[in-house]
């Protein structure tokens, strides 16, 4: 219950916000160029490829914040096009 109580404070949240950002970041390096499994062997060839990772991360995200076209939406799925056909679903 305290625990819940604390969680509903504005002091926590703007905290919380911070380290969401970070798990965000990290989630992103895994997914993508796959931070947790090294190339190398030794610890300055690993430490070289996490920096190198970081900055690839780093230009991506410049990347999508200056680029100037949009991305194109997806195509709908088989599952969606038969029953926007069939009058099931609407199109979005």
Do not use: F
């Not at 926590?12 to 190398?40: D, H, K, N």
Request: net charge positive; hydrophobic share 35%.
């Amino acid at each position: 219950m305290r625990m819940q109580a604390e969680q509903d404070s504005p002091e926590w949240r703007e905290a919380y916000r911070g380290r969401a950002g970070i798990e965000g970041t990290v989630s992103q390096a895994v997914r993508g160029p796959g931070l947790r499994r090294s190339r190398y062997q030794g610890l300055a060839k690993a430490h070289l490829q996490n920096v190198l990772i970081g900055m690839a991360i780093n230009i991506r995200r410049l990347g999508a914040h200056y680029a100037t076209t949009t991305r194109t939406d997806r195509r709908p799925t088989r599952v969606h096009a038969l029953c926007t056909q069939h009058g099931i679903a609407t199109v979005a």
